[in-house]
């Protein structure tokens, strides 16, 4: 099991907002970063660090933390938003990488 | 703009090593971590383990006995040798650019993937 846990599935309606959580003891400590990740393509960073945007994304996703939970948050969803999302921090004992297991998010 | 090129075998026999070369184009790879990262089909994405420039390394527990990750900078490249491989290590494998900060880290440029399939 991932050190990362995720819901396997998230629904949202086309032009509302929708929350991405992730979970883990180690978010107390480190920021998670999230990918947007869609069919047969490579993972696309999203958000990293505190609430970081790349170049070239969309300013509806935020990222937030709270407590052992990191949130992606896409207000207003649009259907090109349809994807699988990823969260990755750090492990338990902070010296290696880990993935959480992926939310599948379906715009409505 | 920052390029990886993954570059290897798509098919493998089990207890064969994987080996995978990924070329860095567009930056020096003088700086930041080198990570691989596998996705077997239908499933998520996994972390293996990073090289820095300098050569230090970082594995996945569950895989360190059988990863090596070496840097090459006089060819702004990096590589991945995964050795008795089965059924399991079947994937795609993605090389990416990785940043590690006070506290956080993030992968900010990745390669299009390469499917390595195990199979005799």
């Known amino acids: 099991s991932s050190e990362l846990t995720q819901d396997p599935a998230v629904s949202v309606a086309l032009g509302q907002t929708v929350r991405i959580t992730c979970q883990g003891d180690?978010?107390?400590?480190?920021?998670a970063s999230w990918y947007q990740q869609k069919p047969g393509q490579a993972p696309l960073l999203v958000i990293y660090?505190?609430?970081n945007r790349p170049s070239g994304v969309p300013d509806r996703f935020s990222g937030s933390r709270s407590g052992n939970t990191a949130s992606l948050t896409i207000t207003g969803a649009q259907a090109e938003d349809e994807a699988d999302y990823y969260c990755?921090?750090?492990?338990?004992?902070?010296?290696?990488?880990?993935f959480g297991g992926g939310t599948k998010l379906t715009v409505l | 703009q920052v390029q990886l090129q993954e570059s290897g075998p798509g098919l493998v026999k089990p207890s064969e090593t994987l080996s995978l070369t990924c070329i860095v184009s567009?930056?020096?790879?003088?700086?930041?971590?080198w990570s691989w990262i596998r996705q077997p089909p239908g499933k998520g994405l996994e972390w293996i383990g990073y090289?820095?420039?300098?050569?230090?390394?970082n594995y996945d527990p569950s895989l360190k006995s059988r990863v090596t990750i070496l840097v090459d900078t006089s060819k702004n490249q990096f590589s991945l040798k995964l050795s008795s491989v089965t059924a399991a290590d079947t994937a795609v494998y993605y090389c990416a650019r990785g940043e590690a900060l006070r506290h956080s880290d993030y992968f900010d440029y990745w390669g299009q993937g390469n499917l390595v399939t195990v199979s005799s």
């Open positions: 180690i978010l107390r400590t480190y920021y």
């Open positions: 567009g930056g020096s790879i003088s700086s930041y971590y």
């Open positions: 660090d505190k609430n």
């Open positions: 990755n921090s750090r492990g338990s004992s902070g010296d290696h990488l880990v």
């Open positions: 090289v820095s420039y300098s050569g230090s390394v």
